[in-house]
């Protein structure tokens, strides 16, 4: 790494540090049957892509978490296929004409109280659970006015919007675990760019891309450390999945509805829509989302 990068590196990692210091020692609630969720996105990879590195035996961390798991085809069936529109589907549950968010060049503020986040603290209340977001990418994920996710960078506990390596990712993802793991129940979004990154520059299924995608593996591996050392793993529901992919061969994403979750439970529906997975977290938490207005169109996966 060069110096310069190395600053950059440790500063962050710093702030991260000094943060979750200074929030100090929460007290334990004791509630052995929380349930936590952490849900994980690892930005434009196609189930194609996936289930290749899969197959050949590159994706040990994930791999893992399938020997006892579910995977679950998920499609995209209302939207444009690209990081904004996905990930506000992924977070709401809702369709871009209620959401507001078409794609990542025509998007407006969600709606105040529309995603999983608000919805979780309503439901709740706000001692009643933690949400948070780290998300590796500056501005587009991020809380500033303007943007998709800046009424719920007004709810959660922890937003961290910087842009981010997956090594780095591990390592603030972590700090996190450790704070949260210990105050109750949560709720945690993770964002990993990588391998979004190397399909713009390479193209999907490149030899760059593959190699990004088992950077993120690794870091899945130090997360799944962390929740074990954490002694959650047992009350922690953990889903990965993808906000788009990508066209193989090529640098346009364009088209490529085909994507995929991947839980640590099994039992899960085999095929559902990117518009179920915020319902399947509402309902692990037990919100009663069928008295929910706007209506949700789609169905949890559990
Ligand atoms: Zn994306």
Known sequence: MDPELSEIFMNRISLVIIFFSCIGISIVTGDTDQQNVILISWDGI??????????????????????????????????????????????????????????????????EGYTVFERLKEFAGDDGISTVIIASQERSLGPLKGLPFYHAGKVVDYYYDQNSDAGLLGTVVSEALYHFAQKGRFFMFVHFRDAADAGYAFGAGTKKQEDSIQSIDASLGEILK?????????????????????????????????????????????????????????????????????????????
């Open 46 to 111: 196609s189930r194609d892509t996936l289930e290749y590195l899969i197959d050949s035996g590159n994706l040990e961390h994930l791999s893992g978490i399938l020997e006892n798991g579910s995977f679950v085809n998920i499609s995209i069936t209302d939207h444009f296929p690209d990081t904004l529109s996905g990930h506000a589907q992924i977070l709401t549950g809702y369709s871009p004409e209620i959401s507001g968010v078409f794609k990542s060049m025509r998007y407006k503020e969600i709606p």
């Open 226 to 302: 962390t929740i074990q050392k954490a002694g959650i793993m047992e009350k922690t529901a953990i889903y990965i999945t993808t906000d788009h992919g990508f066209n193989t061969g090529q640098k346009d994403y364009t088209g490529q509805a085909n994507l995929w979750l991947v839980a640590n439970e099994p039992g899960l529906n085999m095929n559902g829509d990117q518009k179920d997975i915020a319902l399947t977290i509402l309902k692990k938490f037990q919100v009663p989302y069928e008295n929910i207005t706007p209506h949700y169109p789609g169905e949890p996966l559990i």
